[in-house]
């Protein structure tokens, strides 16, 4: 089965960069067809898709965050990241790293969560 473990700082200070590491064990992050997903939680705005990045290394981002995240991996670690600059207090939330599995018919794809890391707090806080 497998689990993801995030990591980074709780703390990061207002106008600087996020650095989150999200490590993969059970599984690779190489293996056909999964994405690698970050995903935030704050009380104000809810449940927030950040970013993702595939199996093959291809990486999607929300259109409001894209200006200001980007994602990467190291597979030989079996890991990827977040990069979130310039960040404020609107940044604080929960942070998580999730896999997404797909399903599909005959004209259509459903990608769906089907693993999530525990999550990590982070505030921006001077």
């Known amino acids: 089965q497998v689990q993801l473990q995030e990591s980074g700082p709780g703390l990061v200070q207002p106008s600087q960069k996020l650095y989150l590491t999200c490590t993969v064990s059970g599984g690779s992050i190489t293996a056909h067809y999964y994405y690698w997903s970050w995903i935030r939680h704050s009380p104000g705005k809810g449940l927030e898709w950040m970013g993702a990045?595939?199996?093959?290394?291809?990486?999607f981002y929300s259109p409001s965050l894209k200006s200001r995240t980007a994602t990467s991996r190291d597979t030989s670690k079996n890991q990827f990241t977040l990069e979130l600059n310039s960040v404020t207090p609107e940044d604080t939330a929960v942070y998580y790293c999730a896999r997404i599995s797909w399903t599909y018919g005959t004209s259509w794809y459903l990608g769906f969560i089907d693993s999530w890391g525990q999550g990590t707090l982070v505030t921006v806080s001077l």
């Open positions: 990045i595939s199996y093959g290394g291809n990486t």
